[in-house]
């Protein structure tokens, strides 16, 4: 199979600027990146992205042209684009004066979406998804060894545009591919397990999640050249962040309605996926309760009395408390970076995450 998007342009698309390339059908993708105001404290933050999503749909154009409609399903289905946002934000956080993002970091925000992306094809095989961002789900569409092709492709071709940024941008990418694969390990290996540690939860949650907007911040401040002490301090800042993101994420299922999520919630306690509020309550005075609602055979009857025990109970508000550590320690990460727009873009995000903390 002749791929028309090689390693060969890829080097080009890092050498002239990125502004030229041909946009994908609809033009500019402002409309569609759904970015937090925070992070839009950086005056050069919409351009960046316009200029990384026509980057983000070259990157995966290919000749044969039903490769290239699968692996541009969901990028076309858009998103909040948050990894590239977050690398683009920690490649301006040691500048005083805005200025466009290099190509570099478009580049390594490319390579990190494309992982991202990949993982989703291959999570939606595993959960036997439907839908995903609205859309028909790859496997649902063109089935299961479609997607898992594609995913694998996705991986390849972020791997592919690493390996033009450097050793170092190469060797973070590959390692946060093996903690993702390791993460989902995890939770597959616990899964209907209510004995599950809360340290094999974290490590989980860190691989599956919190280890890719590490890798985002590590290769948007090595892509732009910042020194070693800072590329350490970003990727703190982003493992932090995303540790304490999952974990609101894992509270906001058992709470919220799918209305209130934009998504279908609940799940976890019907896949066997026991998060932290779950395990908390499992050792606390109803655990044992709690514990006979959680089998393998659970309903959708089951699944609800065993969310309003949780919500009674104290484990909410206990993992609400360590994803408040989590937060409190990536605002704390931050506190060496001057007083510019790309660092007090991160330190808005990190207050609107310890917001959202608090409001939930």
Same mark, same amino acid.
């Given at each position: 199979?002749?791929?028309?998007?090689?390693?060969?342009?890829?080097?080009?698309?890092?050498?002239?600027?990125?502004?030229?390339?041909?946009?994908?059908?609809?033009?500019?993708?402002?409309?569609?990146?759904? #970015?937090?105001?925070?992070?839009?404290?950086?005056?050069?933050?919409?351009?960046?992205?316009?200029?990384?999503?026509?980057?983000?749909?070259?990157?995966?154009?290919?000749?044969?042209?039903?490769?290239?409609?699968?692996?541009?399903?969901?990028?076309?289905?858009?998103?909040?684009?948050?990894?590239?946002?977050?690398?683009?934000?920690?490649?301006?956080?040691?500048?005083?004066?805005?200025?466009?993002?290099?190509?570099?970091?478009?580049?390594?925000?490319?390579?990190?979406?494309?992982?991202?992306?990949?993982?989703?094809?291959?999570?939606?095989?595993?959960?036997?998804?439907?839908? @995903?961002?609205?859309?028909?789900?790859?496997?649902?569409?063109?089935?299961? #060894?479609?997607?898992?092709?594609?995913?694998?492709?996705?991986?390849?071709?972020?791997?592919?545009?690493?390996?033009?940024?450097?050793?170092?941008?190469?060797?973070?990418?590959?390692?946060?591919?093996? @903690?993702?694969?390791?993460?989902?390990?995890?939770?597959?290996?616990?899964?209907?397990?209510?004995?599950?540690?809360?340290?094999?939860?974290?490590?989980?949650?860190?691989?599956?999640?919190?280890?890719?907007?590490?890798?985002?911040?590590?290769?948007?401040?090595?892509?732009?050249?910042?020194?070693?002490?800072?590329?350490?301090?970003?990727?703190?800042?982003?493992?932090?962040?995303?540790?304490?993101?999952?974990?609101?994420?894992?509270?906001?299922?058992?709470?919220?309605?799918?209305?209130?999520?934009?998504?279908?919630?609940?799940?976890?306690?019907?896949?066997?996926?026991?998060?932290?509020?779950?395990?908390?309550?499992?050792?606390?005075? @109803?655990?044992?309760?709690?514990?006979?609602?959680?089998?393998?055979?659970?309903?959708?009857?089951?699944?609800?009395?065993?969310?309003?025990?949780?919500?009674?109970?104290?484990?909410?508000?206990?993992?609400?408390?360590?994803?408040?550590?989590?937060?409190?320690?990536?605002?704390?990460?931050?506190?060496?970076?001057?007083?510019?727009?790309?660092?007090?873009?991160? @330190?808005?995000?990190?207050?609107?995450?310890?917001?959202?903390?608090?409001?939930?």
């Amino acid at each position: 199979m002749a791929i028309g998007r090689n390693s060969t342009n890829v080097t080009n698309a890092i050498q002239f600027p990125v502004v030229g390339f041909a946009a994908p059908t609809g033009g500019t993708y402002s409309a569609c990146v759904s #970015m937090s105001a925070s992070l839009s404290i950086l005056p050069t933050l919409e351009a960046d992205l316009d200029r990384f999503e026509c980057a983000l749909h070259n990157s995966v154009k290919t000749d044969l042209d039903f490769l290239t409609d699968v692996a541009q399903h969901l990028i076309a289905a858009g998103g909040k684009r948050v990894r590239p946002g977050f690398a683009i934000a920690c490649a301006a956080s040691t500048s005083n004066v805005p200025q466009p993002a290099s190509d570099k970091v478009i580049m390594g925000g490319v390579a990190v979406e494309l992982v991202h992306q990949g993982s989703l094809y291959h999570d939606d095989v595993m959960d036997e998804a439907t839908t @995903r961002r609205s859309v028909e789900s790859v496997n649902t569409r063109w089935g299961n #060894m479609v997607a898992i092709l594609s995913g694998d492709y996705l991986l390849g071709r972020a791997s592919e545009i690493a390996s033009d940024l450097g050793t170092d941008v190469s060797r973070i990418l590959a390692r946060t591919i093996s @903690r993702l694969c390791e993460g989902q390990i995890r939770e597959l290996e616990s899964t209907y397990v209510a004995d599950r540690t809360e340290d094999d939860y974290l490590l989980s949650i860190e691989g599956k999640t919190a280890s890719l907007l590490e890798a985002a911040c590590r290769i948007g401040a090595l892509a732009s050249g910042q020194n070693e002490q800072t590329v350490e301090t970003l990727g703190q800042f982003g493992l932090s962040y995303g540790m304490a993101f999952q974990i609101v994420d894992d509270i906001l299922d058992l709470t919220s309605t799918a209305e209130e999520a934009g998504k279908p919630t609940g799940n976890d306690l019907l896949e066997g996926n026991y998060t932290l509020p779950v395990l908390r309550e499992l050792t606390g005075p @109803r655990g044992g309760e709690l514990r006979a609602l959680l089998t393998k055979g659970i309903s959708a009857d089951e699944r609800d009395q065993a969310r309003e025990l949780i919500r009674s109970g104290t484990g909410l508000q206990e993992s609400l408390a360590e994803a408040r550590r989590w937060a409190d320690l990536a605002a704390a990460s931050l506190e060496p970076l001057p007083q510019n727009p790309g660092a007090q873009a991160l @330190r808005a995000a990190s207050d609107d995450l310890l917001a959202r903390v608090n409001a939930v």
